[in-house]
């Protein structure tokens, strides 16, 4: 798949992050033109939602909620990639108490003030939260039992990267449990290369083939791919006009007829992978 300059693209996405967390302090109801935190959110819990900061549900933006993927056990150490407001991090703490740590990484300063303060009213000490890209994780080698994340390694510009690392930080017996949207149909050219929707989670999807190869070819196995859901054209015509509001689509795309062209092409998946015992 054809992408934009890597540095263009991290920009992109870290300053359309960090709008979305001056959206949430200065709010409290969430941010608007996301292309799937509606979705996402939908996926939490009443149960999940009484111990968290009412911040940290509204800055979530994902597609899924990995944390239930992920069978988390006390004592295990989890990195969330990609953190965020910090939702999954301080729900996978709590699962991880007492011995258990969780730790967030996050490129965007704003994300992780937000997600810290968040996690001072929630009250969780076992977290952490780090700056960092995930293509460049700042943790030792094998020092990891579970990765997840949510609706983040799309954004990526160098996907490669992204498993390389998390193959590297996972123990041996690691496992990888992480939501994400997936292509099951290539993009059309000018959508791959329109910026708006590489930080609304489309453009930068990859195919679920090269999902899968892309994870062994890190040395990731008992890879899976299990869709969660396949958006439609109501749930793109919405994800349009919120991108239409919040970022500058190219006026060489006919908004109408990608519509029309993506109808079943798009996918929110739960992506599972461990790294080999031995």
Request: proline residues 6%; hydrophobic residues 40%.
């Amino acid at each position: 798949m054809a992408t934009q300059g890597a540095e263009e693209v991290r920009t992109a996405v870290r300053e359309r992050y960090a709008e979305a967390a001056r959206a949430v302090d200065a709010s409290c109801c969430g941010p608007t033109g996301t292309t799937t935190g509606i979705i996402g959110r939908t996926l939490y819990g009443k149960e999940d939602a009484e111990v968290l900061p009412d911040t940290a549900l509204a800055a979530s933006l994902g597609c899924g909620n990995p944390t239930l993927l992920a069978d988390l056990h006390p004592g295990e150490v989890v990195l969330d990639l990609g953190s965020g407001g910090g939702i999954d991090v301080l729900l996978s703490a709590r699962r991880v108490a007492p011995r258990g740590k969780a730790y967030g990484l996050d490129m965007t300063p704003e994300m992780l003030a937000l997600a810290r303060r968040n996690q001072v009213e929630a009250g969780v000490a076992n977290a952490e939260f780090l700056l960092g890209t995930i293509e460049s994780v700042p943790l030792p080698d094998e020092s990891v039992d579970v990765i997840i994340s949510n609706c983040v390694v799309n954004l990526s510009p160098d996907k490669p990267a992204v498993f390389r690392e998390a193959f590297r930080v996972l123990k041996p017996g690691g496992r990888l449990a992480i939501s994400d949207i997936v292509l099951r149909r290539s993009l059309p050219g000018p959508l791959q290369q329109a910026m708006g929707l590489w930080t609304g989670c489309v453009a930068g999807a990859l195919l679920e083939t090269d999902y899968r190869e892309n994870l062994e070819e890190a040395g990731l196995e008992e890879v899976d791919i299990e869709p969660t859901h396949v958006y439609d054209r109501s749930d793109l015509a919405r994800i349009a006009g919120d991108l239409i509001v919040s970022v500058k689509i190219p006026e060489t795309i006919d908004v109408e007829a990608s519509v029309a062209e993506l109808d079943g092409a798009v996918m929110s998946a739960f992506v599972r992978a461990s790294k080999p015992k031995h």
